[in-house]
């Protein structure tokens, strides 16, 4: 199975918004609404900000918020924060029963 | 609340057998729940290796299947991972991992991972 799609990196301003994108295909992402997404600080072991595409775990802030359409599903940051900046992994279920990951994003909060 | 803590031994040597143990505390594996391993070369993305649930067969990454072995251990609330014949690509940060999932008539779908072990780095090397 190979890895979900994600830029490398994106960055973005103290209180502005950014969106990550996250590219599949239909036997993942596009075939199920399984998307997760985490945030992961450096050394540290990955926290889930949003699961089954769009939904919020609680004690997660509502600046997060997670879309999709078709095989891209996407992450938005709203009011970016400096403790933002961290990397982010989509995930997805696929139709082998199983989960990827996509390649992780680095955010750089400016 | 739910921790989970990984143990095993920081280097293997190449050919030889990784096998690491997730102890779960504050719920018993044996209520529910998928438990799962991920794993994280350095420097590198998340790698899902496999999990199963207490009277469920287990789904491994299909890229591991043929090395992988997870089981559980209900009367000491554990759950322990066996990875054969390791090489220098197999070197990262394990973690483990309590995943939601939901049954279908299909297949178990495997949806996320809410509480995760603080990881235990592992080196293969002579």
């Known amino acids: 199975q190979s890895a979900l799609t994600q830029p490398a990196s994106v960055s973005g301003s103290l209180g502005q918004s950014i969106t990550i994108s996250c590219t599949g295909t239909n036997s993942d992402v596009g075939g199920y609404n399984y998307v997760s997404w985490y945030q992961q600080h450096p050394g540290k072991a990955p926290k889930v900000m949003i699961y089954?595409?769009?939904d919020r775990p609680s004690g997660v802030s509502n600046r997060f918020s997670g879309s999709k359409s078709g095989n891209t599903a996407s992450l938005t940051i709203s009011g970016l924060q400096a403790e933002d900046e961290a990397d982010y992994y989509c995930s997805s279920y696929t139709s082998s029963s199983t989960l990827v990951f996509g390649g992780g994003t680095k955010l750089t909060v400016l | 609340q739910v921790q989970l803590q990984e143990s095993g031994p920081g280097l293997v040597k190449p050919s030889e057998t990784l096998s690491l143990t997730c102890t779960v505390s504050?719920?018993?594996?044996?209520?529910?729940?998928?438990w799962g391993w991920i794993r994280q070369p350095p420097g590198e993305g998340l790698e899902w290796i496999g999990g199963l649930y207490h009277g469920g067969s287990a789904s491994y990454n299909p890229s591991l299947r043929s090395r992988v072995a997870i089981s559980l251990d209900t009367s000491n609330n554990q759950f322990s991972l066996k990875l054969t014949s390791v090489t220098a690509a197999d070197t990262a940060v394990y973690y483990c991992a309590r995943v939601w999932h939901s049954i279908t008539i299909f297949a178990v779908v495997i949806r996320f991972m809410d509480f995760w072990g603080k990881g235990t780095a592992v080196t293969v090397s002579s």
């Open positions: 089954d595409v769009t």
């Open positions: 504050g719920y018993s594996i044996s209520s529910g729940y998928y």
